[in-house]
């Protein structure tokens, strides 16, 4: 298969991510929307250490590490979610002013 393929199924991953991280106010969607974002960036590094060098695995390490952050992300993301929802018994995005005076 060609790059281009790639790169467009990339976009579009990225792009729906981008779509649900700025239109959800659900604390859960909006992690959902940054592991779909760092699943495409995944996918480009992916094609592109094919593409150009398909000997040497230097965007399959990356890869794993991207996985690797996006895995602790998602751990200390959802734990601070389920702490919040016991103090506050919501998810919603706008019901989190715990900064405020």
Do not use: H
Not at 43 to 54: Q, T
Not at 81 to 101: A, C, G
Request: with cysteine; net charge negative; proline share 1%.
């Amino acid at each position: 298969m060609q790059l281009e393929y790639f790169l467009i199924v990339a976009a579009a991953l990225f792009c729906v991510g981008i779509y649900g991280l700025v239109t959800s106010r659900n604390v859960i969607r909006v992690l959902m929307s940054i592991e779909l974002m760092l699943n495409a960036v995944n996918i480009n590094l992916m094609a592109f250490s094919n593409y150009l060098d398909p000997q040497d695995i230097k965007g399959q390490v990356f890869s794993v590490f991207v996985i690797t952050i996006a895995a602790a992300e998602a751990a200390v993301g959802l734990a601070i979610v389920l702490s919040i929802y016991r103090n506050r018994d919501t998810v919603d995005m706008e019901q989190f002013n715990l900064l405020k005076w």
